[in-house]
């Protein structure tokens, strides 16, 4: 490996002072980059030519309208694109052809050899996998270094790094890599389309067609593996997964907001990013369950619950004829050729809703051979009379009447009385006070999930042609029933960590996680080198498996750095705690300061002015990352229920760079830090 550097780089390696030789170097490369860039915006203004141009073509209004969305999609997208560098590696191959690499291909014109290649196209792929043991065609790859925040301008370009592949002896890690990876970060996540890592870039361009589980311990990156397969899969699946769309569902609207910039940056504009919650919504959420009750509600016996529940509103058993006037006719059919009608249709278990039309369209087709028989064939406005008839709707609403979710669960929390859950339970879910009806009754964030179970059995949802699904260890057997809903014609990528499960229904074993997200046979890949968070706070955190009760490997991390200290609040927990944060400041980056729900809000009005930092609970951290961080009273977020010990390896795996332990009660004996 030959690292090569000249200034302003802000950190360059050791001992490879800059010559003549590097200089012509990188002016070559930056000549390339500002042609790449001339590329671009001629790219830029032609889409947006053509869309005015294609406003005026003439063609048929649908031919019309497709083509318009196409080209004003395409113009947003090259318009929307991010400033910063166009490249971030070359490719010299033996066959003579050199390649740069780049989020988005650039090119003189569609014909042309693209100056940049996407990070995505297959050519690409050696960039991420090849090296010594297997070149596969590479003679040298190599790594540009920009400046911090850079914007893509020449002298921003400050770093080179060369790997001769086809070099005997191998080569060290890449400087450039670990500089980028272990830079300070601020603000939202980025991506990380430079430094995809072998086994990483083995998971973001699987198959589409199969779903994937990702078991992830913390900072190696699964987050961000399951993002870049999602721009993988539009770039290389266009029709089929932006037919039926991209869904990402993170765990809270603080992730949500971190992750936000990740596929725009890519090129990804188009795909819907939002938590389960505001998925399934169904209006406000204006009441709480208790503990028990909300555990029952999201239990999966509750799906078999509501279905018989739903199914037990069908009557098959018809007393009498069904007689329909029709001018000087009256049609009759009987009441066994009624049930059986019925019968067959409960049979086929077809959606709800489903099965209401297709008992009526059976029941004119009945009517319709009788009428047939005895005056000659019926049309279309015949069939629409017969439907309306009072007695055809009458029996319809007798025997498959109407349904919406809010009704049905009325019922069910009105009299729960299914033996399916035991008395107790019964009595969890029972509403004390039921309200005058369905339409005001006040439901609660698990009752929309069973509102959403029922819709689905209702009336089948749309799905998505793929959906990322980040922290999934943590949905409830009915949770993942809603997600499955909505992927039942199109794949999955799970992404979690068992030993980060922190609801109380938080699953202990991907195969049943699985099972219930409708991917039984879905592949489980262990990820388990941390590239963010450095080797000292992963020790630390491996301590704490134990006391899970999950069966995961502990993680180890490429980096050897990191810092954890111990902060004793001698003068009372708020200025110790004002005390680490004063201290953590000096540094670079981002400090995130984790304390019990209760100490929240004092600290903020306490810490409140300081830049660069932010004051969470426990419970909105999941899938963040600061690079210093500081946890107040480690002990009592340990002590803070069932999942405590699971809550505290969340917290202590935020830091990316150092970790400090504000306490006033004796630290867990685990730690081992006195």
């Known amino acids: 490996m030959t690292s090569l550097s000249t200034p302003p780089c802000p950190d360059p390696s050791p001992g490879h002072a800059p010559d003549g030789g590097l200089d012509r170097e990188l002016e070559r490369e930056r000549a390339h980059h500002e042609a790449s860039r001339a590329a671009l915006t001629r790219m830029t203004d032609d889409v947006t030519e053509q869309v005015v141009t294609g406003e005026d073509v003439a063609a048929s209004g649908a031919d019309a309208e497709i083509l318009g969305r196409h080209l004003r999609s395409r113009a947003k ?129 699987s198959d589409p067609a199969v779903s994937l589980c990702v078991q992830g311990a913390p900072g190696t990156g699964k987050t961000a593996v399951g993002l870049h397969r999602a721009a993988y899969l539009l770039y290389t699946h266009p029709r089929r997964i932006g037919r039926s769309g991209l869904l990402v569902l993170g765990p809270h609207p603080a992730f949500l907001s971190y992750i936000a910039e990740v596929l725009p940056a890519l090129g990804e504009t188009g795909v819907r990013q939002t938590t389960l919650d505001e998925e399934i919504a169904r209006g406000p959420v204006g009441a709480e369950d208790g503990e028990v009750a909300a555990r029952v509600k999201h239990d999966a016996r509750m799906a078999g619950v509501l279905r018989r529940a739903l199914y037990g509103r069908v009557r098959t058993e018809v007393a009498e004829d069904l007689a329909v006037p029709d001018g000087s006719y009256r049609w009759r059919v009987p009441a066994d050729e009624l049930a059986g009608i019925l019968t067959a249709v409960r049979d086929e278990a077809p959606p709800y809703a489903t099965g209401r039309a297709r008992v009526l369209a059976r029941l004119v087709r009945a009517l319709r051979e009788r009428a047939e028989r005895r005056s000659g064939t019926k049309g279309a406005a015949w069939a629409r009379r017969v439907e309306r008839a009072r007695p055809v709707t009458a029996f319809l609403d007798a025997h498959w009447p109407k349904a919406t979710p809010e009704e049905v669960l009325a019922g069910v929390l009105t009299a729960p009385g299914d033996p399916a859950l035991t008395e107790e339970e019964r009595a969890a879910i029972r509403w004390a006070r039921p309200p005058r009806s369905y339409r005001s009754a006040r439901w609660t964030a698990a009752d929309h999930v069973l509102l959403d179970e029922l819709a689905g059995l209702i009336e089948r949802p ?213």
């Open 77 to 205: 997208e090259m318009a929307g694109l991010p400033p910063g560098p166009l490249f971030f590696g070359r490719l010299d191959r033996a066959d003579g052809q050199t390649h740069h690499i780049g989020r988005h291909r650039i090119a003189e014109d569609p014909a042309a050899p693209p100056l940049v290649i996407d990070w995505r196209a297959p050519v690409a792929r050696a960039y991420y996998q090849a090296g010594t043991q297997d070149p596969q065609g590479v003679l040298r790859r190599r790594r540009f270094g920009w400046a911090p925040g850079s914007t893509g301008a020449p002298q921003e370009l400050t770093a080179l790094e060369d790997e001769h592949l086809t070099a005997p002896g191998g080569s060290g890690p890449s400087a450039i890599v670990a500089r980028e990876i272990e830079r300070p970060r601020t603000g939202p996540m980025r991506d990380i389309a430079a430094t995809i890592q072998p086994d990483q870039d083995d998971l973001v361009r």
């Open 462 to 674: 749309e799905g998505y042609g793929h959906i990322v699904l980040d922290e999934a260890q943590d949905l409830s057997p009915m949770q993942c029933r809603a997600v499955a809903r909505r992927t039942a014609f199109g794949s999955l990528t799970v992404l979690g960590d068992l030993a980060q499960g922190t609801t109380p229904w938080a699953a202990r074993d991907w195969r049943e996680q699985l099972a219930h997200l409708g991917a039984p046979g879905a592949p489980v890949v262990t990820l388990t080198t941390g590239y963010r968070v450095p080797a000292a706070i992963v020790e630390l955190t491996n301590r704490l498996l134990p006391h899970l009760g999950v069966d995961v490997p502990a993680g180890w991390s490429a980096r050897t750095d990191g810092e954890v200290t111990a902060w004793p609040a001698e003068g009372g927990l708020f200025a110790a705690t004002a005390g680490a944060v004063a201290a953590a400041r000096e540094t670079e980056g981002s400090v995130g300061v984790i304390a019990p729900g209760d100490l929240v809000g004092p600290l903020r009005e306490r810490l409140a002015g300081e830049d660069r930092v932010t004051v969470l609970p426990p419970e909105v951290v999941k899938g963040l990352e600061y690079d210093h961080v500081v946890v107040v009273e480690p002990a009592a977020i340990m002590a803070s229920g069932p999942r405590g010990p699971h809550r505290l390896y969340v917290v202590l795996t935020r830091a990316v760079s150092r970790l400090t332990l504000v306490h006033a009660e004796a630290l867990p004996r685990w730690l081992g830090l006195g």
